[in-house]
C-alpha cells in the first residue's frame, strides 16, 4: 500500500520533550508527523511516556520545549478537534446509552435539532440497536466502550487519541472492538493516535507502529505495517509477514526497555 505518511501532516511535534515539576525528563527531543486520515499506533515498555504523549498532544499537559502543530494551525486560525478515548470508559453511570452519547453532540456544537439522528445513526453505526436506553451497569466492558466510541463520534473531532481503549477487554472482545474500529474508520478515515502495550493489535489495527524506548522516552524505531486495506486483524494474525513485524518488534522492545 502506498505510505499515508507522505501526506501533508494533521499533526507535527518537533523536539518534544516532557518533565514533571523542573525533574527529569520523561520524554526528550521526540519529533513525529502523522499524516490527515493516518492510523498510528504506539508501543513500548511501562514507563516510557505513550500516555504522557497523548495528554500533551490533547493539552491536557503542557510541554517543557518543543512545537506542536495540529493541521498547521497557523496563530489565530481555527484548530482541529482531539478527542480522547481512555482504557477505562468514562460513562455516566446515571445517564443511559443514549443521553451519554448526546454529551459527544454537546461538545461538538451541533445544534439539538439534529441531535436524535445523529445518536440514531452513532448507535447504528456502533451495533447497538435495542440498548438506547440501557445505562452503563447493565452492559458489558465491551458494550461500554462501545458507548465510549460513539460518544467520541458524536463529538466528531479530527484527530482520536486512544490511550489502550480495549486494554480491559477478554482476548475475544478486543479483537471484536479492534476489528469494529477498523470498520468505523474505513468509513470515517480521521487521524488516529493508539496507544497499546498488545504488539500484535498494533501492527493489525495500524499504518504505522512507532516504538518507543525509555531512559527518557524517545523513538527508537517506525515500521509501516504493509498490509492491504480493508483488512481483517483475526485472519491478517496468519500471515507470515505479520510475525515477522511482531517479532522484529517485541526485539526492539527488548533493546529499548
Not at 493489525?204 to 486495506?229: C, N, Q, Y
Not at 494474525?237 to 505479520?242: H, L, S, T, Y
Request: proline fraction near 6%; charge should be neutral; charged fraction near 20%.
Amino acid at each position: 500500500m502506498t505510505s499515508m505518511s507522505k501526506a501533508p501532516p494533521t499533526l507535527s511535534l518537533q523536539h518534544v520533550a516532557v518533565a514533571f515539576h523542573g525533574g527529569a525528563p520523561v520524554i526528550a527531543d521526540l519529533s513525529l508527523d502523522v499524516a490527515e486520515g493516518e492510523f498510528v499506533a504506539i508501543v513500548g515498555p511501562s514507563g516510557c511516556g505513550k500516555s504522557t504523549l497523548l495528554k500533551v498532544i490533547s493539552g491536557l499537559l503542557p510541554a517543557r520545549s518543543g512545537q506542536i502543530q495540529i493541521g498547521g494551525a497557523a496563530a489565530g486560525a481555527p484548530k482541529p478537534k482531539v478527542g480522547f478515548m481512555f482504557q477505562r470508559d468514562t460513562l455516566l453511570p446515571w445517564a443511559s446509552v443514549t443521553s451519554n452519547i448526546a454529551v459527544g453532540c454537546e461538545l461538538s456544537g451541533l445544534p439539538k435539532a439534529l441531535h436524535a439522528e445523529r445518536i440514531a445513526a452513532l448507535i447504528a453505526l456502533v451495533r447497538l440497536q435495542g440498548y438506547e436506553n440501557h445505562y452503563p451497569g447493565a452492559l458489558s466492558g465491551g458494550m461500554r466502550q462501545r458507548v465510549s466510541l460513539a460518544r467520541l463520534l458524536a463529538y466528531d473531532p479530527d484527530i482520536f487519541l486512544m490511550d489502550e481503549p480495549f486494554g480491559a477487554l477478554d482476548y475475544q472482545t478486543k479483537i471484536v472492538m479492534g476489528r469494529e474500529l477498523l470498520r468505523i474508520w474505513e468509513a470515517r478515515r480521521r487521524s488516529i493516535i493508539f496507544v497499546t502495550h498488545d504488539i500484535e493489535e498494533a501492527v493489525a489495527l495500524a499504518d504505522r507502529v512507532i516504538v518507543m524506548g525509555t531512559g527518557p522516552g524517545r523513538i527508537v524505531a517506525s515500521h509501516e505495517s504493509g498490509f492491504e486495506r480493508p483488512r481483517d486483524p483475526r485472519s491478517l494474525r496468519g500471515d507470515p509477514r505479520f510475525g515477522a513485524l511482531v517479532q522484529t518488534i517485541w526485539s526492539e522492545l527488548a533493546i529499548a526497555d
